[in-house]
């Protein structure tokens, strides 16, 4: 009962919709009527307002972290629960039709919440390749591939079997990148097309 309420109680802060919340708030509508239609920071940045889109990115990490640090206070498997929810409610806001976002912000925020150290490989693998490439989704892509496996060195199984998990369904949410990637029509960071 007790992994029932982490999960539930996870979901129900991951199904926050921050970007929607934000965007509506400022006056500028439905952000799920532009661009990708997603909720997420990167669809809030193609309003053209950067600090709404840092909020959204910040909001969204937070809600992750929030999941995991509460209930880890029941302790560690509680924490990965509510993490593991928080990143499914994210992703599949029952509010929306189960229509979220792409879920990288919320996974760096479980990430965060759960082992810091693996957080900081992420964010360093994600400027790394974004600064040799300049592909965001594929930073992402990339930076959420390496983290199960540091996980995995580190002695961590249980977090990187969920991370693998959590991984391949951010490779799902992105499969329409990884077409774009692949036929070379990606935008690239701060291009304006």
């Not at 926050?16 to 509506?24: D, E, S, Y």
């Not at 969204?60 to 209930?71: E, P, Q």
């Not at 490779?171 to 960071?189: D, F, P, Q, V």
């Given at each position: 009962?007790?992994?029932?309420?982490?999960?539930?109680?996870?979901?129900?802060l991951?199904?926050?919709?921050?970007?929607?919340?934000?965007?509506?708030?400022?006056?500028?509508?439905?952000?799920?009527?532009?661009?990708?239609?997603?909720?997420?920071?990167?669809?809030?940045?193609?309003?053209?307002?950067?600090?709404?889109?840092?909020?959204?990115?910040?909001?969204?990490?937070?809600?992750?972290?929030?999941?995991?640090?509460?209930?880890?206070?029941?302790?560690?498997?509680?924490?990965?629960?509510?993490?593991?929810?928080?990143?499914?409610?994210?992703?599949?806001?029952?509010?929306?039709?189960?229509?979220?976002?792409?879920?990288?912000?919320?996974?760096?925020?479980?990430?965060?919440?759960?082992?810091?150290?693996?957080a900081?490989?992420?964010?360093?693998?994600?400027?790394?390749?974004?600064?040799?490439?300049?592909?965001s989704?594929?930073?992402?892509?990339?930076?959420?591939?390496?983290?199960?496996?540091?996980?995995?060195?580190?002695?961590?199984?249980?977090?990187?079997?969920?991370?693998?998990?959590?991984?391949?369904?951010?490779?799902?949410?992105?499969?329409?990148?990884?077409?774009?990637?692949?036929?070379?029509?990606?935008?690239?960071?701060?291009?304006?097309?």
């Amino acid at each position: 009962m007790n992994y029932l309420v982490a999960a539930l109680f996870g979901y129900v802060l991951g199904s926050i919709p921050f970007g929607l919340v934000i965007t509506h708030a400022a006056g500028l509508g439905d952000v799920r009527k532009i661009g990708s239609g997603n909720i997420g920071a990167t669809n809030v940045l193609r309003t053209g307002n950067k600090k709404l889109a840092a909020l959204t990115l910040l909001l969204d990490g937070l809600k992750g972290t929030a999941a995991v640090l509460i209930a880890g206070m029941f302790g560690p498997d509680f924490a990965l629960a509510a993490g593991f929810f928080a990143f499914l409610g994210h992703l599949f806001p029952v509010w929306l039709g189960f229509k979220g976002g792409k879920g990288v912000a919320t996974y760096i925020g479980v990430l965060a919440g759960l082992m810091w150290k693996v957080a900081l490989v992420f964010a360093a693998v994600w400027i790394a390749v974004a600064v040799l490439f300049r592909y965001s989704s594929l930073a992402a892509l990339v930076a959420a591939v390496v983290a199960p496996i540091a996980l995995l060195l580190m002695g961590y199984q249980d977090y990187a079997v969920v991370f693998a998990v959590m991984t391949v369904i951010v490779i799902i949410k992105h499969r329409a990148n990884i077409s774009r990637l692949m036929a070379g029509t990606e935008s690239r960071i701060g291009s304006k097309g």
